[in-house]
T-cell receptor, first 113, second 114 residues
Framework: DTGVSQNPRHKITKRGQNVTFRCDPISEHNRLYWYRQTLGQGPEFLTYFQNEAQLEKSRLLSDRFSAERPKGSFSTLEIQRTEQGDSAMYLC???????????FGPGTRLTVT | AQSVTQLDSQVPVFEEAPVELRCNYSSSVSVYLFWYVQYPNQGLQLLLKYLSGSTLVESINGFEAEFNKSQTSFHLRKPSVHISDTAEYFCAVTGMDSSYKLIFGSGTRLLVRP
């Protein structure tokens, strides 16, 4: 099963607040990816994990962003001191070991007011 | 590095008509290619993929895409669309490197009218 759940589904926060999103794959997958999707655009890569190791971070991931995958299963994405430009859909995806495609969760829609 | 271009931001079509959604990519290395579909308020669903072998790949709901290496294209087609096909369609590519991160196009909104 390649299901992925994400919580919360929606988050409204005020500028300057910190927010944390969670991604839970139903079964274990070595690779876990985070993407950001703004209105009218395709998803953009943010970062990915191989088990608990974070192996690559996009330049989009400023120092206000941090991601973890402490036990190689679920992952969290935290944004500190949110800005209006952080408003987007944040998507989590997993890549089963012997395949090349990725399977996405429903996303967390962040609105910064 | 890879990039993907979907020139058509929106494609309106009547029900039961054929449709083609265009996708072109650029890459300095060999790639794998994908089409994803996103229905309103839902996540991305894998529609079909090209990894190797036959350049024509098909999905279970009647879509097909053809990989054309010389033209660096991976256009999506369906001979007869349904109202339920209304959605956003994203073409994506990943290079055969170690990260396998996906690079997406900006999407094409398919609007099927009765």
């Amino acid at each position: 099963d390649t299901g992925v759940s994400q919580n919360p589904r929606h988050k409204i926060t005020k500028r300057g607040q910190n927010v944390t999103f969670r991604c839970d794959p139903i079964s274990e997958h070595n690779r876990l990816y985070w993407y950001r999707q703004t209105l009218g655009q395709g998803p953009e890569f943010l970062t990915y994990f191989q088990n608990e190791a974070q192996l690559e971070k996009s330049r989009l991931l400023s120092d206000r962003f941090s991601a973890e995958r402490p036990k190689g299963s679920f992952s969290t994405l935290e944004i500190q001191r949110t800005e209006q430009g952080d408003s987007a859909m944040y998507l989590c995806a997993v890549k089963p070991g012997q395949t090349y495609e990725q399977y996405f969760g429903p996303g967390t829609r962040l609105t910064v007011t | 590095a890879q990039s993907v271009t979907q020139l058509d931001s929106q494609v309106p079509v009547f029900e039961e008509a054929p449709v083609e959604l265009r996708c072109n990519y650029s890459s300095s290395v060999s790639v794998y290619l994908f089409w994803y579909v996103q229905y309103p308020n839902q996540g991305l669903q894998l529609l079909l993929k090209y990894l190797s072998g036959s350049t024509l790949v098909e999905s279970i709901n009647g879509f097909e895409a053809e990989f054309n290496k010389s033209q660096t294209s991976f256009h999506l087609r369906k001979p007869s669309v349904h109202i339920s096909d209304t959605a956003e369609y994203f073409c994506a590519v990943t290079g055969m490197d170690s990260s396998y991160k996906l690079i997406f196009g900006s999407g094409t909104r398919l609007l099927v009218r009765p």
